[in-house]
């Protein structure tokens, strides 16, 4: 078992940046893919960007050139740096991980969830 929880949520205003940190917990995190989805009022969980155990990384078209994703293994500890912030990226933010090794896109390709944290861009 993995257990993930999210911090670094906030209130931001829009071209302003945030970092939300993903601390796990259990079984090794080193062996684990990483991702960060997001869910806005009303809409669908969607996924925002991935990186495997060997640092391989995915990144939403939405996201793309303004989000990095990262993770230090010594510290359990995945990142998401989010810049250039707009009031369409306000949603919860989750942290997922897999056991796979595969830079998956779907809630379904991910086994373990932390509870979220909120992202507020005010315009």
């Known amino acids: 078992q993995v257990q993930l929880v999210e911090s670094g949520g906030g209130v931001v205003q829009a071209g302003g940046s945030l970092r939300l940190s993903c601390a796990a917990s259990?079984?090794?995190?080193?062996?684990?893919?990483l991702a960060w989805f997001r869910q806005s009022p009303g809409k669908e969980r969607e996924f925002v960007s991935a990186i495997t155990w060997g640092g391989r990384v995915l990144y939403a078209d939405s996201v793309k050139g303004r989000f990095a994703i990262s993770r230090d293994n010594a510290k359990n500890t995945g990142y998401l740096q989010m810049n250039s912030l707009q009031p369409e990226d306000t949603a919860v933010y989750y942290c997922?991980?897999?056991?796979?090794?595969?830079?998956?896109?779907?809630?379904?390709?991910?086994?373990?969830w932390g509870q979220g944290t909120q992202v507020t861009v005010s315009s």
């Open positions: 259990g079984r090794t995190f080193t062996w684990y893919s």
């Open positions: 997922a991980a897999s056991d796979s090794n595969v830079l998956r896109t779907t809630i379904g390709g991910y086994d373990y």
